[in-house]
């Protein structure tokens, strides 16, 4: 068991456009309206790199920043950890859709925006952080995988992470194939001790079985944020968190296995 | 593929399972199972593009009226990132944590710092660290509209040098602590340093900024000084501006004597599989008292000042660093060495 300190958070996703407002209706104080909004500009990159850059890479930065501020931290001081189910698909389909044509039009900005750790990278050029980052995926249990490297990295450095949860809406060629069906991107930065910005300690396990199913915490209509997209699984630990709920969930991570998280507010 | 998986099928796990049964690895993976129990052995691999053609190759017969993909594309077990180690986890029969690390050309180096993490924070016990990279038209046709493809086979560090030429590997290694078993005369893994550039997507910083700060943090990890490590191999890709600044970035950590040269011109610039490629370079090395030499590289940049071998030597190295860096400005070191 690991411990890691969760001081901030950032949300985008149908109905949860930020997470002092996400915490409202995780709450129950608030209504939860499923409503599909174009995504946020990431204005902390430059405008050249802005422009250029694809979906993914908007919500990963967008989503970061928020967690960054809420946290209150130096994003110089994080180590970054950025993973996706299907990273930049919307340019996969261009590219793949460029190779059916004579000429193989593909453009070195598609090209370098294809590559899995483009989001992490426009996040290090933004922000100016030099320390490590690593772009990661696991499929459908892409959280959990992230979730123990971030809480291997703040065990074995004694530093901040910054986690980046984000899959965008899949192209219609993949609608067939377990597509996402709407953009989700979440943020947590993560710490080796405990601040006053400190949100809830987390106790991190890895269970070489499966256990009980410990989620009732969400209601149906949050639930189908979960299932409709692999970067949302993060909401079971911020209903938590925003309840002040001192509780126990576990994640299916692959086949066979597990990640247990013992929650306890510190809010 | 084997009939069990054959859900798998694309081209880059085919090459995964091929490199899988090189070497008795499969057999020493079934012993490390005995020794630690499947749900103990973590799998790390680094891919670029893992099953990518396959995607390619089923756009080309999508349905001309709904533009629907064919029915037997299965994009999750080819074309996902996390597909290769979604089919070696189920060859080799692991239950231990898995995941794909995908950094570009730094990926298969990462996944040795990825594992090292792991098993210090207690979540397994030994890891198969890894990675495949195949070919696909995204990555040949990608590189073409960046112009940093050779006409010729690739000279690293020449002066007349134009560019990469791509390759296509896989390769494994199993990493245990060294108090698990006999390790005398092993080829050990003794630390790593990873950096970002934050200058550019597809550039290095001109200096070599990140990438000297990545050799740095692994020699402080390994706890080596840098007079002590005998062979440096070099991300090298005989693109221009990498070559230059990797150049300077050895030269200010380093100095000009440590023997340093890019296996680049023997295998090609491998992407996703270079790391692990090299790394398993660099334990031939150790055990064979061998130092590679710049294959392809007439003349010597005139500007370097690192000490670029161009002929074999049969040296033993002591200790030996290799780097490894990708697009974004993803850098990563490791160091290696033989257990006294």
């Known amino acids: 068991m690991t411990t890691v300190y969760l001081d901030g958070i950032g949300i985008e996703a149908p109905g949860l456009r930020t997470w002092d407002q996400a915490r409202t ?44 501020n809420n946290a209150k931290a130096n994003p110089k001081s994080l180590i970054n950890i950025f993973s996706s189910y299907r990273g930049a698909l919307r340019i996969v389909d261009h590219i793949c859709n460029a190779l059916t044509l004579p000429s193989h039009p593909i453009s070195p900005t598609q090209f370098h925006n294809s590559v899995y750790n483009s989001p992490a990278a426009y996040w290090s050029i933004a922000t100016q952080t030099r320390g490590p980052s690593t772009t990661l995926a696991c499929a459908e249990s892409s959280f959990p995988g992230a979730l123990l490297s971030a809480t ?116 | 593929m084997v009939a069990r998986l054959k859900e798998f099928d694309c081209r880059n796990n085919r090459l995964a399972q091929l490199t899988l049964q090189q070497d008795g690895f499969e057999q020493a993976v079934e012993e490390a199972k005995i020794r630690y129990g499947p749900e103990r052995i973590g799998l790390f691999l680094g891919t670029s593009t893992s099953g990518m053609l396959q995607t390619e190759m089923a756009y080309r017969h999508r349905d001309p009226v709904t533009g629907d993909l064919p029915k037997t594309f299965n994009y999750k077990e080819t074309q996902n990132n996390f597909s290769v180690a979604a089919f070696v986890k189920k060859y080799l029969k692991l239950e231990g944590p898995a995941l794909v690390i995908s950094t570009a050309c730094s990926s298969s180096a990462k996944v040795f710092a990825e594992a090292s993490r792991f098993i210090e924070s207690g979540f397994c016990d030994a890891a198969i660290v890894g990675g495949v990279d195949s070919l696909c038209q995204t990555t040949l046709h990608g590189f073409s509209s960046l112009e940093l493809v050779s006409t010729k086979p690739c000279r690293p560090a020449d002066s007349n040098r134009d560019g990469l030429s791509i390759g296509e590997a896989g390769g494994y290694t199993l990493l245990e602590k060294p108090e698990n078993s006999d390790f005398k005369n092993q080829i050990t893994f003794l630390g790593y340093g990873e950096s970002s550039d934050a200058y550019h997507m597809t550039s290095p910083h001109p200096d070599g900024r990140g990438m000297a700060q990545s050799m740095q943090m692994a020699l402080e990890c390994s706890g080596l000084k840098a007079n002590q490590i005998s062979y440096i191999n070099l991300h090298g890709t005989a693109t221009h501006i990498n070559d230059k600044a990797e ?17 680049k011109g023997w295998t090609g610039h491998t992407l996703g599989a270079a790391g692990i490629a090299e790394a398993i370079i660099c334990a031939i090395c150790l055990n064979n008292n061998f130092i590679p030499g710049s294959l392809n590289t007439r003349v010597l940049d005139s500007d370097f000042g690192s000490n670029i071998i161009l002929a074999n030597r049969n040296e033993a190295p002591t200790y030996v660093l290799s780097n490894s860096f990708g697009f974004g400005g993803n850098n990563c070191s490791l160091i290696f060495g033989i257990h006294s």
């Open chain 1, 25 to 68: 209706v995780l709450r129950g104080e608030s209504p939860f309206h499923f409503e599909k909004k174009p995504l946020p500009v990431a204005t902390m990159i430059p405008e050249n790199a802005r422009r250029r850059a694809g979906d993914t890479i908007h919500l990963a930065v967008h989503v970061a920043g928020e967690a960054v």
């Open chain 1, 152 to 267: 291997a990295a703040v065990f074995t450095h004694k530093q901040g992470v910054l986690l980046v949860m984000y899959d965008t809406e899949s192209p219609k060629p993949f609608h067939k194939q377990y597509a996402s069906e709407f953009n989700c991107g979440i943020a947590l930065v993560l710490m080796p001790s405990q601040s006053e910005n400190t949100l809830a300690k987390l106790d991190i396990n890895f269970q070489s079985r499966k256990t009980e199913e410990m989620d009732t915490v969400l209601n149906p209509p949050l639930l189908k944020l979960i299932n409709g997209n692999a970067s949302a699984q993060p909401l079971k630990i911020l209903s938590a968190v925003a309840n002040q709920d001192s509780h126990e969930l576990t994640y299916d991570y692959l086949e066979k296995s597990a990640v247990e998280i013992k929650i306890k507010s510190c809010d």
């Open chain 2, 247 to 263: 150049d300077k970035a050895v030269v200010k950590i380093f100095g000009s004597s440590t023997p340093c040269s890019s296996t």
